[in-house]
Protein backbone atom coordinates (compact mmCIF):
# COMPACT_ATOMS: atom_id res chain seq x y z
CA UNK A 1 0.00 0.00 0.00
CA UNK A 2 1.61 3.23 -1.01
CA UNK A 3 2.21 5.93 1.47
CA UNK A 4 -1.33 8.37 0.85
CA UNK A 5 -3.38 5.22 1.17
CA UNK A 6 -1.99 4.69 4.24
CA UNK A 7 -2.76 8.09 5.29
CA UNK A 8 -6.23 7.88 3.81
CA UNK A 9 -7.15 4.71 5.80
CA UNK A 10 -5.55 6.11 8.80
CA UNK A 11 -7.96 9.37 8.72
CA UNK A 12 -10.51 6.72 8.10
CA UNK A 13 -9.90 4.90 11.23
CA UNK A 14 -10.00 8.11 13.51
CA UNK A 15 -12.95 9.20 11.67
CA UNK A 16 -14.20 5.57 12.34
CA UNK A 17 -13.15 6.06 16.36
CA UNK A 18 -14.52 9.38 16.77
CA UNK A 19 -18.02 8.64 15.68
CA UNK A 20 -18.11 6.62 18.86
CA UNK A 21 -16.51 9.18 21.00
CA UNK A 22 -18.47 9.80 24.42
CA UNK A 23 -18.34 13.67 25.06
CA UNK A 24 -19.55 15.34 28.90
CA UNK A 25 -19.72 18.35 30.17
CA UNK A 26 -19.89 19.44 34.24
CA UNK A 27 -17.53 18.38 37.21
CA UNK A 28 -17.96 14.79 38.15
CA UNK A 29 -18.85 15.67 41.89
CA UNK A 30 -21.92 15.11 44.28
CA UNK A 31 -24.74 17.39 43.96
CA UNK A 32 -23.45 18.23 40.25
CA UNK A 33 -24.98 18.29 36.79
CA UNK A 34 -23.48 16.25 33.74
CA UNK A 35 -24.58 17.44 30.21
CA UNK A 36 -23.26 14.76 27.42
CA UNK A 37 -23.26 14.15 23.89
CA UNK A 38 -22.90 10.99 21.71
CA UNK A 39 -23.05 10.08 18.31
CA UNK A 40 -26.76 9.73 16.69
CA UNK A 41 -28.11 5.92 16.96
CA UNK A 42 -26.28 5.39 20.20
CA UNK A 43 -27.67 4.81 22.95
CA UNK A 44 -26.69 5.66 26.71
CA UNK A 45 -27.21 3.41 30.05
CA UNK A 46 -26.43 4.75 33.71
CA UNK A 47 -27.27 2.82 36.48
CA UNK A 48 -29.29 0.21 34.70
CA UNK A 49 -31.44 2.63 32.89
CA UNK A 50 -31.07 3.67 29.26
CA UNK A 51 -31.66 7.59 29.01
CA UNK A 52 -33.21 9.87 26.79
CA UNK A 53 -31.32 10.99 24.07
CA UNK A 54 -32.24 14.15 22.08
CA UNK A 55 -32.13 13.89 18.36
CA UNK A 56 -28.91 15.34 18.50
CA UNK A 57 -27.36 13.58 20.81
CA UNK A 58 -27.32 15.24 24.31
CA UNK A 59 -28.36 13.59 27.57
CA UNK A 60 -28.58 14.37 31.19
CA UNK A 61 -27.84 13.49 34.27
CA UNK A 62 -27.70 14.40 38.15
CA UNK A 63 -25.46 13.35 40.62
CA UNK A 64 -27.05 13.20 44.15
CA UNK A 65 -25.45 14.65 47.88
CA UNK A 66 -23.81 11.33 48.95
CA UNK A 67 -23.26 9.74 44.81
CA UNK A 68 -20.74 6.71 45.11
CA UNK A 69 -17.25 7.65 44.59
CA UNK A 70 -17.43 6.04 40.62
CA UNK A 71 -20.04 6.75 38.14
CA UNK A 72 -20.34 4.65 34.95
CA UNK A 73 -22.02 5.31 31.95
CA UNK A 74 -22.25 2.36 29.15
CA UNK A 75 -22.24 3.59 25.46
CA UNK A 76 -24.23 1.20 23.51
CA UNK A 77 -23.59 1.51 19.13
CA UNK A 78 -26.28 0.65 16.35
CA UNK A 79 -23.93 -2.94 16.43
CA UNK A 80 -24.90 -3.39 20.29
CA UNK A 81 -21.46 -3.13 21.08
CA UNK A 82 -21.36 -1.91 24.96
CA UNK A 83 -18.36 0.34 26.38
CA UNK A 84 -17.88 1.21 29.72
CA UNK A 85 -16.94 4.80 30.83
CA UNK A 86 -16.24 5.13 34.81
CA UNK A 87 -15.46 8.82 36.14
CA UNK A 88 -14.49 9.57 39.80
CA UNK A 89 -16.90 11.72 41.72
CA UNK A 90 -15.20 14.42 43.89
CA UNK A 91 -17.14 13.93 47.77
CA UNK A 92 -18.07 17.04 49.06
CA UNK A 93 -18.13 18.02 53.02
CA UNK A 94 -21.31 19.24 54.06
CA UNK A 95 -22.53 21.94 57.34
CA UNK A 96 -24.53 21.86 59.71
CA UNK A 97 -27.09 24.52 60.48
CA UNK A 98 -29.03 24.72 63.81
CA UNK A 99 -32.83 26.70 62.89
CA UNK A 100 -34.61 28.15 65.82
CA UNK A 101 -38.08 29.26 66.38
CA UNK A 102 -40.06 26.43 64.08
CA UNK A 103 -43.99 25.84 65.64
CA UNK A 104 -43.47 23.04 67.63
CA UNK A 105 -46.31 21.48 65.02
CA UNK A 106 -44.14 21.23 62.05
CA UNK A 107 -41.43 19.90 63.74
CA UNK A 108 -43.57 16.79 65.48
CA UNK A 109 -46.77 16.83 63.52
CA UNK A 110 -49.75 14.79 64.58
CA UNK A 111 -51.10 11.60 62.72
CA UNK A 112 -53.07 13.72 60.22
CA UNK A 113 -50.16 16.29 59.69
CA UNK A 114 -48.31 13.15 58.84
CA UNK A 115 -50.44 11.83 56.55
CA UNK A 116 -50.85 15.09 54.83
CA UNK A 117 -47.53 15.71 54.19
CA UNK A 118 -46.76 12.03 53.18
CA UNK A 119 -49.94 12.50 50.12
CA UNK A 120 -48.31 16.01 50.06
CA UNK A 121 -44.79 14.45 49.24
CA UNK A 122 -46.18 11.83 46.83
CA UNK A 123 -47.18 14.81 44.62
CA UNK A 124 -44.01 16.20 44.24
CA UNK A 125 -42.11 12.91 43.47
CA UNK A 126 -44.63 12.03 40.72
CA UNK A 127 -44.22 15.61 39.42
CA UNK A 128 -40.70 14.97 39.26
CA UNK A 129 -40.93 11.57 37.65
CA UNK A 130 -41.43 13.32 34.34
CA UNK A 131 -39.52 12.58 31.55
CA UNK A 132 -40.36 14.97 28.96
CA UNK A 133 -38.35 15.90 25.48
CA UNK A 134 -37.25 19.28 26.17
CA UNK A 135 -33.91 20.51 25.58
CA UNK A 136 -34.06 23.67 28.67
CA UNK A 137 -31.60 21.35 30.60
CA UNK A 138 -28.74 22.89 27.84
CA UNK A 139 -29.54 26.33 28.82
CA UNK A 140 -26.52 28.30 31.02
CA UNK A 141 -29.08 28.38 34.41
CA UNK A 142 -29.34 31.96 35.98
CA UNK A 143 -30.78 32.87 39.52
CA UNK A 144 -34.25 33.11 39.84
CA UNK A 145 -33.73 36.27 41.95
CA UNK A 146 -31.04 38.24 43.27
CA UNK A 147 -30.26 38.29 47.44
CA UNK A 148 -28.17 37.05 50.37
CA UNK A 149 -27.75 33.08 50.42
CA UNK A 150 -28.66 31.94 53.92
CA UNK A 151 -28.79 28.36 52.81
CA UNK A 152 -26.89 25.98 51.37
CA UNK A 153 -26.95 22.51 49.76
CA UNK A 154 -26.52 19.38 51.62
CA UNK A 155 -26.66 20.94 55.01
CA UNK A 156 -28.14 18.54 57.77
CA UNK A 157 -30.44 20.97 59.94
CA UNK A 158 -31.82 20.72 63.29
CA UNK A 159 -35.14 22.45 63.91
CA UNK A 160 -36.03 23.97 67.58
CA UNK A 161 -33.03 20.32 68.72
CA UNK A 162 -34.40 18.07 66.31
CA UNK A 163 -32.13 16.47 63.39
CA UNK A 164 -34.00 16.49 60.24
CA UNK A 165 -32.82 15.18 56.89
CA UNK A 166 -30.18 17.68 54.85
CA UNK A 167 -31.27 20.57 53.20
CA UNK A 168 -31.64 20.31 49.17
CA UNK A 169 -32.00 23.28 47.94
CA UNK A 170 -30.71 27.15 48.37
CA UNK A 171 -32.14 29.89 50.18
CA UNK A 172 -32.48 33.22 49.22
CA UNK A 173 -33.39 35.80 51.77
CA UNK A 174 -36.17 38.75 50.76
CA UNK A 175 -39.20 40.41 51.41
CA UNK A 176 -42.37 38.52 50.60
CA UNK A 177 -43.62 39.84 47.27
CA UNK A 178 -40.42 39.68 45.69
CA UNK A 179 -40.49 38.38 42.00
CA UNK A 180 -39.38 34.72 41.36
CA UNK A 181 -37.80 34.43 37.76
CA UNK A 182 -37.57 31.27 35.90
CA UNK A 183 -34.10 30.12 36.31
CA UNK A 184 -34.05 28.56 32.42
CA UNK A 185 -37.24 27.13 30.52
CA UNK A 186 -39.65 24.79 31.03
CA UNK A 187 -43.26 22.71 31.95
CA UNK A 188 -44.57 23.60 34.46
CA UNK A 189 -45.81 20.06 36.06
CA UNK A 190 -46.97 21.04 39.81
CA UNK A 191 -48.29 23.91 41.50
CA UNK A 192 -49.48 23.56 44.69
CA UNK A 193 -50.94 27.06 46.92
CA UNK A 194 -50.05 25.38 50.74
CA UNK A 195 -48.49 22.33 51.38
CA UNK A 196 -47.47 21.35 54.78
CA UNK A 197 -43.85 21.95 54.63
CA UNK A 198 -42.81 23.94 51.91
CA UNK A 199 -45.87 26.11 51.15
CA UNK A 200 -46.57 27.65 48.23
CA UNK A 201 -44.70 25.29 45.99
CA UNK A 202 -44.11 24.86 42.14
CA UNK A 203 -42.20 22.86 39.71
CA UNK A 204 -40.88 23.71 36.75
CA UNK A 205 -39.43 20.64 34.20
CA UNK A 206 -36.21 21.64 32.13
CA UNK A 207 -36.54 18.30 30.14
CA UNK A 208 -34.71 14.67 30.07
CA UNK A 209 -35.77 14.67 34.12
CA UNK A 210 -34.22 18.14 35.42
CA UNK A 211 -36.50 19.96 37.14
CA UNK A 212 -36.80 22.86 39.76
CA UNK A 213 -38.82 23.39 42.76
CA UNK A 214 -39.60 26.50 44.47
CA UNK A 215 -41.16 26.62 47.85
CA UNK A 216 -42.50 29.12 50.95
CA UNK A 217 -44.16 30.90 47.81
CA UNK A 218 -46.55 33.52 49.00
CA UNK A 219 -47.82 33.93 45.37
CA UNK A 220 -48.13 31.47 42.56
CA UNK A 221 -48.27 33.27 38.74
CA UNK A 222 -48.37 30.33 36.21
CA UNK A 223 -50.13 27.23 36.44
CA UNK A 224 -49.90 23.19 35.22
CA UNK A 225 -48.97 22.89 32.09
CA UNK A 226 -47.89 26.18 31.50
CA UNK A 227 -44.46 26.38 28.94
CA UNK A 228 -42.74 28.60 30.44
CA UNK A 229 -39.33 31.13 29.07
CA UNK A 230 -35.79 32.08 30.81
CA UNK A 231 -36.54 34.85 33.20
CA UNK A 232 -40.41 34.64 32.95
CA UNK A 233 -41.56 35.85 36.49
CA UNK A 234 -43.12 32.53 37.90
CA UNK A 235 -43.98 33.72 41.52
CA UNK A 236 -43.67 35.41 44.81
CA UNK A 237 -41.65 35.19 47.60
CA UNK A 238 -43.47 33.88 51.03
CA UNK A 239 -42.46 32.49 54.23
CA UNK A 240 -45.07 29.64 53.93
CA UNK A 241 -44.85 26.10 55.34
CA UNK A 242 -41.83 25.14 57.43
CA UNK A 243 -40.05 29.07 57.27
CA UNK A 244 -38.88 31.05 60.20
CA UNK A 245 -38.79 34.23 57.27
CA UNK A 246 -39.48 35.13 54.14
CA UNK A 247 -37.26 33.50 52.01
CA UNK A 248 -37.06 31.61 48.37
CA UNK A 249 -36.00 27.40 48.85
CA UNK A 250 -34.65 26.94 44.98
CA UNK A 251 -34.18 22.76 44.98
CA UNK A 252 -33.34 20.67 41.82
CA UNK A 253 -34.12 16.93 40.83
CA UNK A 254 -32.26 14.68 38.06
CA UNK A 255 -35.60 12.71 38.89
CA UNK A 256 -35.18 11.14 42.54
CA UNK A 257 -31.70 12.64 42.58
CA UNK A 258 -31.24 15.89 45.28
CA UNK A 259 -28.94 17.99 42.43
CA UNK A 260 -27.52 21.54 44.15
CA UNK A 261 -28.49 24.87 41.80
CA UNK A 262 -25.73 26.72 42.75
CA UNK A 263 -23.62 24.03 40.55
CA UNK A 264 -25.54 25.57 37.37
CA UNK A 265 -25.14 29.38 37.67
CA UNK A 266 -22.37 32.25 38.38
CA UNK A 267 -21.52 33.59 41.77
CA UNK A 268 -24.63 35.33 43.50
CA UNK A 269 -24.49 39.05 41.88
CA UNK A 270 -24.26 41.70 44.18
CA UNK A 271 -27.29 43.75 44.78
Not at 122 to 147: N, V, Y
Not at 241 to 250: E, I, K, M
Request: charge should be positive; aromatic fraction near 8%.
Amino acid sequence: MKLPQIAICLFSMLVSMGSTALEVTGEWQQGGVIIGKVPQGMSVEYRNKLLRISPTGEFVIGLGRDADKIATLITIDSAGVRREHRFTVKSRTYRTQKVTGVPQQTVEPDPAQVERAKREAQMAADARKSDLPLMFFTQKFEWPLIGPVTGVYGSQRFYNGVPNSPHYGVDIAKPVGTLVKAPAGGVVTLVHPDMFFSGGTLIIDHGHGLSSTFIHLSKILVKKGDAIIQGQPIAKVGKTGRATGPHLDWRMNWFEERIDPQLLVPPMPAE
